[in-house]
């Protein structure tokens, strides 16, 4: 089922980074002419054999049938033009950096969206309620490029250096407890910029879900037959809340990724995000279509492991 | 379970409310929604800012001026230095000045003269709906008045956010717009007709969700053409947003046909001789109507953030128009914000509308739709 999924969009990112006209020796060519002192022709010629080199100048078709068959043999994404590096020398690490985060703030964000959410449904139209709801609409009202510029400034404005997962002192050290601490005191600015949204979505959702479910017949059976308040919150209604959120787990990492990629822009935070959006700018086409390709599939396998979560905890659902 | 019980509703509904419309019943739902009828002036006002911007903005937002860059915002008062009260509210001129420890340019309040302020002055001459006015709602005499303060070129930052409006508020509502179209005739097709082209759509929808939006659109945007016009890179992006945000409405839209399609009147439009596109155009569609509504409410506000994102980064629409992405762009850098934080007050306006839409959307999803399942925000 996924393997024609896949098929496809390895076919449309190739079409995409092959849009913008021209291609990176075009880059290069200017760059010659600038700043080399080449002429124009002979700037065009060195470009030409460039593109030779790279197999640029193949039609479309075969570069990339050449670019599938050196992934899927060799784990070979090509060439990165702007490092001057395999792409997949430059890629895993950073993609590493992006998913972790993207991660962690998936994880945060839905168990602390989760807890508001039951706290604010178990307490509906309370003053509590009210608080929570109103961040919760900030929180999904605000760009997280805005976030992070206001931390930037925050930070700065304390002596603190935004940017960056390490200190200058840990940035090639071995790795170390210290060298861990001073990652966390880093980590958790992108973490909390890209988080904040997501945990007011599924506080929403929770908040939501749990409402509804809070009034089924069910609960209120358990509730007449004398059980505490906290077991029929917890043991009852919550377990049944939560599957939407369960469902909608494939939905929430592209949408942490997307944030990711902005904030550590922003911020510049050496994860994916300021990779790819150079990538972008300067035609490097391989790298940034590893990139989309390799995010495509990480979202494909997390869907289908949402899909397999779902049935193994909820036995009703069936995939036929 | 649900199912039942919105049949039931469904039905006491029709039964209560015979012989009122559609629009009718939505409206009368909607004003219980106080959170939605804010949401709702907030998003009128702010339209209504943005169309009509020349008028109020005092100064010409287009015009250059050195001398004036980066003027903090004016405050506006009614006590003057001295402490005496004015009846007519009224703002300090600013004067350039060297600050004498760090050599900076800082800007003093002149104390000496209130410039008081007018009502319905005439000004500097702008065109709008074809007409030419000199009329602005407020300004002062002489001097300048700069509520928001200026940018880098020294340009009124009020006046350039009103405008920008028009930019970020059309191209999602545009957007939008063009998404529900293409979602609900896509999903209606899917729906109805079955077989291949349904295979076809499913397959479609399938791999645009599996990408992650945002990189995919930075990879779109970042393809168009540096040298084409402005407006060309707007209708063009208007044309990714909806691109590849149908899915989502398709795949309701189909699901909902599916269920439609057996039902009686359907059938009967059949045998009464009605073609296709009369049963799907005339009868299907209608009753998507909700639907289509709760996802033009969920894109607009996710479409003005993504505008504002992809314009902050250089990658969407770009100068000489303006949008609120494009004048933050004026913030990327630290010392920028540090120094003059006012250059950020675009991103109220961006928070302003988002929330403005989000409480609309609410409302209406809840007035619009008592069917559908409670959705994620």
């Known amino acids: 089922m996924s393997i024609p999924t896949l098929f496809v969009i390895s076919v449309v990112v190739f079409v995409v980074i092959q849009l913008p006209p021209g291609d990176y020796m075009t880059t290069v060519q200017l760059q010659l002419q600038s700043l080399g002192g080449l002429t124009e022709a002979e700037a065009a010629k060195v470009a030409q054999e460039l593109r030779k080199v790279y197999g640029l100048d193949k039609p479309l078709y075969v570069q990339y049938l050449v670019w599938m068959k050196n992934i899927i043999t060799r784990g070979d994404f090509g060439f990165s033009f702007q490092y001057r590096k395999p792409v997949a020398d430059v890629i895993w690490e950073r993609l590493g950096w992006t998913i972790l985060i993207a991660s962690l703030c998936h994880l945060i964000s839905t168990l602390v969206g989760i807890m508001i959410g039951i706290f604010s449904a178990t307490h509906q139209y309370r003053i509590g309620d009210y608080v929570a709801t109103f961040f919760a609409f900030i929180g999904l009202s605000t760009p997280s490029f805005f976030l992070a510029l206001v931390a930037m400034y925050i930070l700065a404005s304390r002596g603190i250096q935004p940017g960056g997962l390490f200190s200058q002192y840990y940035l090639f050290a071995p790795w170390s407890w210290g060298k861990f601490v001073d990652l966390l005191k880093h980590i958790w600015i992108p973490v909390v910029i890209v988080g904040l949204a997501g945990t007011a979505r599924n506080m929403r959702v929770m908040r939501g879900n749990l409402l509804d479910i809070l009034n089924q017949p069910y609960v209120l059976t358990a509730r007449s037959k004398g059980l505490p308040e906290r077991t029929v919150v917890f043991k009852h209604a919550v377990v049944n809340a939560l599957h939407p959120i369960i469902m909608y787990q494939g939905m929430v990492l592209p949408f942490m990724i997307s944030g990711e990629i902005v904030a550590s822009t922003v911020l510049n935070i050496p994860t994916a995000g300021p990779m790819f959006y150079s990538a972008l700018v300067s035609q490097d086409m391989y790298l940034a279509g590893s990139f989309l390709l390799l995010v495509a599939v990480f979202l494909v396998a997390g869907n289908l492991l949402a899909d397999i979560l779902l049935a193994w905890i909820d036995p009703r659902v069936r995939y036929d | 379970m649900t199912e039942k019980r919105t049949m039931r509703v469904a039905v006491n509904v029709v039964e209560a409310e015979r012989g009122k419309s559609y629009v009718q019943l939505v409206w009368r739902n909607f004003k219980k929604n106080r959170m939605g009828l804010l949401g709702g002036v907030i998003i009128v006002t702010l339209a209504f800012l943005s169309l009509f911007a020349p008028f109020f903005a005092p100064h010409d937002y287009y015009k250059l ?306 069917y559908s399942v409670r959705r994620s925000y």
């Not at chain 2, 405050?75 to 420890?101: C, M, N, Q, S, T």
């Not at chain 2, 970020?168 to 545009?174: E, G, H």
């Not at chain 2, 005739?185 to 291949?196: E, K, N, Q, R, T």
């Not at chain 2, 000489?320 to 109220?348: D, H, K, N």
Request: net charge neutral; proline share 5%; hydrophobic share 50%.
């Open chain 2, 65 to 370: 001026d050195a001398d004036k860059a980066y003027r903090p915002p004016q405050r506006i008062r009614f006590f003057d230095a001295e402490g005496k009260f004015h009846w007519r509210p009224f703002v300090y001129d600013l004067k350039l000045d060297i600050d004498p420890v760090t050599f900076s340019r800082i800007y003093r309040e002149d104390t000496s003269k209130p410039l008081y302020i007018r009502f319905f002055v005439r000004g500097w001459e702008y065109q709008i709906f074809g007409f030419r006015s000199t009329l602005h709602l407020f300004g002062v005499e002489e001097g300048s008045i700069h509520l928001l303060g200026t940018d880098r070129l020294g340009r009124d930052l009020l006046g350039r956010i009103l405008h920008g409006g028009r930019v970020s508020l059309t191209i999602a509502l545009f957007g939008a717009v063009v998404t529900v179209i293409l979602g609900s005739i896509l999903g209606a097709l899917s729906g109805y007709y079955g077989g291949f082209v349904d295979m076809l759509v499913q397959r479609a929808v399938e791999v645009l969700q599996s990408f992650p939006q945002l990189p995919l659109w930075m990879a779109l945007t970042a393809a168009l053409p540096r040298t084409w016009s402005s407006l060309q890179v707007f209708v063009c992006m208007v044309v990714i947003f909806s691109f590849l945000n149908w899915p989502m409405l398709a795949r309701e839209i189909r699901g909902k046909v599916l269920s439609l399609r057996e039902q009686d009147f359907i059938v009967a439009v059949k045998e009464m001789g009605g073609s296709n596109s009369r049963a799907i155009f005339r009868h299907l569609l209608p009753n998507c109507l909700s639907h289509m509504i709760v996802v033009l409410t969920i894109s607009i506000p996710e479409l003005i953030l993504m505008e504002s994102v992809l314009s902050f980064l250089g990658l969407g629409i770009q100068p000489p128009m303006i949008s609120w992405g494009v004048l933050l762009q004026g913030a990327q850098r630290i010392e920028v914000i540090g120094l003059y934080p006012w250059v950020m007050f675009p991103c109220a306006f961006i928070i302003l509308a988002v929330l403005g839409f989000n409480f609309l959307g609410d409302g209406l999803r809840d007035a619009a739709d008592p």
